[in-house]
């Protein structure tokens, strides 16, 4: 069974969908949307995996943001959801009284979304989270990501060697790009203490103190994700943060960023699943 939910959130109404579940668990998953879209997501993905969940015994609940789908206000940034999370979790409780605890899922900035509001709220009610490439973008990130994976990958592909020996590059153009990338590097690789990183600082600080269990799902074919990989691994604050006991990882060699095949999805909602059961105490009757 699905359902309508509207609710209120900083005097806009908000509108949800909720995947009713049989039985009375007391653990609830709340999907969160990212980017410029609404509740159903790329390619059907947060329809589809609410009702995969709801039919393993997990209620699921996905909505618009303010100003998103049929929901109405101003579009905040995802720097600025933690009000329509809140809103949104209360709303879940209310709608299904048995649930206490909430994991929330994300993919893209609704993951970078999901941490933020947990370093906002630090709402005892999350008892986990689901974090699919997260969205870290900062100058030097973007930069370091293009020259390490974009311009190797270029190098090693026979349709740009053929492509350059028929005049068919701009030499000139190309170095000017590949030189403007290599000095946003540099410049940006000072001590993490003498500058602001802003909400790349918030996440870190929010998955270095929440203690419940968190999985990350990272895509092989997709920038975000090795641009994530690279941030995390050279950043001062994120050092050890996705290696915690408590931080359980998965790749998915071929998936691009919003898992765009039926098999990728499905492999996404296995592995939700699997970790739910086995990660978060899940009273499901």
């Given at each position: 069974m699905e359902r309508a939910l509207t609710f209120k959130c900083r005097g806009e109404q908000l509108v949800g969908v909720l995947s009713e579940a049989a039985g009375t668990s007391s653990v609830g998953v709340l999907v969160l949307v990212g980017g410029p879209q609404y509740r159903v997501g790329s390619h059907r993905q947060f329809l589809l995996l609410a009702r995969r969940l709801a039919e393993a015994g997990l209620p699921t609940m996905r909505f618009d943001y303010r100003g998103m789908g049929d929901s109405t206000g101003a579009v905040p940034s995802f720097e600025e959801t933690a009000p329509?999370?809140?809103a949104a979790i209360g709303a879940f409780k209310s709608a299904c009284p048995n649930v206490g605890r909430v994991v929330l899922w994300g993919l893209?900035?609704?993951a970078s979304a999901?941490?933020?509001y947990w370093r906002t709220a630090r709402d005892p009610s999350i008892a986990g989270m689901i974090l699919l490439n997260p969205w870290i973008r900062s100058a030097q990130s973007i930069a370091t990501t293009h020259v390490k994976h974009y311009y190797v990958q270029r190098l090693l592909d026979r349709q740009f060697w053929a492509k350059l020996a028929s005049g068919g590059v701009n030499v000139t153009s190309a170095l000017r790009e590949l030189i403007a990338k290599l000095f946003t590097m540099s410049r940006h690789?000072?001590?993490a203490g003498e500058r602001d990183l802003g909400f790349q600082d918030r996440m870190a600080a929010a998955l270095a103190e929440f203690g419940g269990p968190?999985?990350?799902i990272l895509s092989g074919r997709d920038y975000t994700a090795k641009e994530f990989l690279e941030y995390a691994g050279a950043n001062r604050q994120w050092k050890g943060l996705i290696t915690r006991d408590n931080v359980a990882r998965a790749d998915l060699a071929k998936a691009d960023h919003t898992f765009s095949t039926s098999a990728w999805r499905r492999e996404v909602e296995a592995l939700?699943?699997?970790?739910?059961n086995r990660s978060v105490c899940i009273d499901a009757k």
């Open positions: 329509d999370i809140e893209c900035d609704a999901a941490l933020l690789q000072q001590p968190v999985l990350l939700t699943l699997d970790w739910l």
